[in-house]
């Protein structure tokens, strides 16, 4: 697989700031890779460093093979997507678009032919005449796509596109953008803080805290294997509970974990490596990975129970926000809408239990950043 | 509308409305009635168009004009040219501590009236003014030269003279102009020429016009900075008005003469307007 987009060892410093600090990655042709992490943390300078609005203080960035250094952003095979889309406003969508072409001065009848395949290819044909300000959040974002991509750069790079749209039309872009790439085959690098667009739409992720990548990976193992406690609690929802390591023993081949949280309740859990008998760890729990009034013949299960505060109705995602009895400590745990557990009302006294495959250890650090 | 509403409107309006009518529209109906109104043989006062004629047949008098209206066109281009990377500067490429400190610094000297900024213009450059004596003292010239009083010296006062007018609008419409325009365009493969051509200029161009008209407008009517600096061979259209009305005590004359200098400004902005596909509406908003 040809590589489009290298990142080697980059880093930036701002005076007495570090915004990136030494990046590595690698982007093959025809993916759709996403930079996901929290506002600041330096996501956004990555970006303009790739499409040359930064240059790295040190590292290297080359696009199709080609060292970047030195390279300004309009000579360079790559183009932004602003997050406001920076469509022009004196301008109607077939001039918006050939705006990139009429720079490398593309004959008229060129432009036009291209401009029309282009707008027929992001969905809107015909639309050469019409106004910047007549078009809706989805058209706009169709045509600030189009206009990057009648270029035909190695990658298109895009800042939070839907940042700005409402949740109905965000979700509809989410499939849309993605349905778009694939048609396509254009190289994707697409930054956001969202974490749900970063896991439907991509490929691979890399999340990103405080100028670093914490875990590049594809979007499952992100969820089902996090490396890091900030990724853990980072993507997707996550219970975080603080215990000590007790034991370890051999179950099956395998080494499982005894640990007692705070409140002294004894779990196992699947073992990780690094971690010995006596110290610290926080147990990362996720609320569909905790069992409600489980079975009793399940033997492997770790058993607690809660008591219920409220109850967080939100469809198919709906929550528990119940409480230790032990420490008031708060959990979430998912409520599936099966009409199953219509009977829990705040208050009430469930039991709850969880495997130990489900749980996942980190070393605890004595301050969590 | 209710009722109390439609009054209150009318208390607010009637004060304009007079100030309107008796200082604008009724000294314009009386100049227009004195500019079609001159002595006949008899020495009788009449209807007659003498006045215009008198315009077409003395050529200093078409000359200044035609002067004139070349000149305020020239200065309002060169005002554009020199604000605009000015403006550009304070509003976008400084840092935004400076903005309001640099934006104080280009208007503090219109604080002083005009008169004393051409006074001090004539100390800096008349034959035994300051710059002909540092010049003299370098060695760089052995005799003084007059610098005042020739037509580029004259341009020079009226574009400083008209500096404020153009920034401002220019400041104000350059503040909103977002960022992410310049970079999107710099990122598509535009450079300095085309992004400046292709987005800044259009998008800036009703803070233009509207800079333009005002600057336009103060110059065609300047009579200070061209009677002072421009000397006995820089002609202005508003120093014959003058002349007419206080030297010649030729009212008829004058109020032609104003009247003419009202159709030309109107025409030309007119034709500004119409060539940047701006309105009025939009322009003064």
Redesign the interface.
């Known amino acids: 697989m040809q590589t489009d987009l290298s990142v080697i060892n980059v880093t930036k410093t701002f005076k007495d700031f570090t915004a990136v600090e030494s990046v590595s990655f690698d982007v093959e042709k025809g993916r759709f890779f996403s930079i996901l992490g929290p506002s600041g943390c330096g996501k956004t300078t990555l970006l303009r460093m790739i ?3 930064f240059e790295p203080t040190s590292g290297v960035i080359e696009i199709n093979g080609k060292n970047m250094a030195g390279i ?4 360079r095979p790559v ?2 997507i ?3 889309l ?1 469509l ?4 109607n969508v077939g001039q918006n678009i050939a ?2 072409l009429e ?2 001065k593309e004959k008229r009848v060129v432009i036009r032919r291209k401009t029309a395949e282009i707008l027929e290819r992001v969905g809107l044909p015909g639309f050469e005449k019409k106004k910047v300000d007549q078009l809706s959040g989805g058209q706009r974002q169709r045509v600030a796509i189009a ?2 991509l009648i ?1 035909e750069p190695a990658v298109l790079l895009l800042d939070e596109p839907l940042g700005a749209l409402d949740l109905k039309l965000r979700e509809q872009m989410k499939i849309e953008l993605k349905t778009l790439q694939t048609q396509v085959g254009t190289t994707f690098v697409y930054i956001t803080h969202d974490q749900s667009e970063a896991l439907v739409m991509s490929d691979h992720v890399a999340v990103m805290n405080k100028g670093r990548f914490e875990q590049v990976d594809t979007p499952r193992n992100l969820y089902s294997k996090p490396l890091t406690p900030f990724v853990a609690r980072f993507v997707g929802e996550n219970n975080q509970w603080p215990a000590r390591m007790t034991g370890i023993n051999t179950i099956d081949g395998g080494k499982q974990a005894s640990i007692t949280t705070s409140e002294g309740l004894a779990f196992k859990a699947v073992m990780k490596a690094g971690i010995d008998p006596g110290e610290a760890v926080d147990l990362f729990l996720r609320p569909e990975s905790i069992v409600l009034e489980p079975d009793p013949s399940i033997k492997t299960l770790n058993r607690f129970s809660i008591r219920v505060q409220s109850i967080l109705f939100d469809g198919a995602n709906s929550r528990l926000l119940a409480l230790l009895p032990e420490s008031g400590r708060e959990i979430q745990i998912s409520l599936p809408q099966t009409r199953q557990f219509d009977h829990i009302q705040p208050g009430s006294k469930v039991e709850a239990g969880w495997a130990p495959e489900s749980g996942i250890l980190f070393p605890a650090k004595p301050v969590t950043p | 509308m209710n009722k109390g509403m439609r009054w209150g409107l009318l208390i607010f309006i009637l004060p304009v409305l007079v100030w309107l009518l008796l200082l604008i529209v009724l000294p314009q109906v009386d100049m227009a009635v004195m500019a079609i109104r001159a002595d006949n043989e008899w020495g009788e006062k009449g209807f007659s168009l003498a006045n215009f004629r008198v315009f077409f047949s003395e050529p200093i008098y078409w000359r200044t004009f035609a002067r004139t209206a070349v000149f305020s066109v020239l200065v309002t281009f060169l005002t554009f040219l020199i604000t605009m990377p000015v403006a550009f500067y304070i509003t976008k490429v400084v840092s935004s501590r400076f903005q309001g400190f640099l934006t104080v610094l280009t208007l503090l000297p219109f604080w002083v009236s005009e008169l004393v900024r051409v006074y001090g213009w004539m100390i800096l450059l008349r034959e035994s003014g300051v710059i002909n004596h540092f010049l003299i003292k370098s060695g760089i010239l052995n005799k003084p030269v007059e610098l005042l009083y020739n037509d580029a010296t004259m341009v020079m006062g009226l574009v400083y003279t008209s500096m404020l007018f153009m920034l401002v609008p220019l400041l104000s419409v350059l503040e909103n102009l ?1 960022n ?2 310049i ?9 300095v020429w ?1 992004i400046t051509t ?2 800044i200029i ?2 800036c ?1 009703p803070g233009i016009v509207s800079g333009s008209i005002v600057v336009f407008m103060l110059t065609l009517g300047n009579y200070l900075t061209p009677n002072l600096m421009g000397g006995k061979n820089g002609l202005w259209f508003t120093e014959q008005i003058y002349n007419q009305f206080i030297a010649s005590f030729n009212w008829n004359q004058g109020s032609a003469f104003g009247f003419l200098l009202l159709i030309l400004s109107s025409a030309i902005i007119w034709i500004g307007l119409k060539l940047t596909h701006q309105s009025l509406g939009k322009v003064v908003q």
């Open positions: 499409s040359g609005f300004p952003p309009n000579k183009n932004l602003f997050q406001n920076a022009f406003p004196m301008m705006f990139g720079r490398k206009r990057s270029l | 977002d992410n325009l970079e999107a365009a710099y990122d598509l493969g535009g450079n085309s292709k987005i259009p998008y161009l």
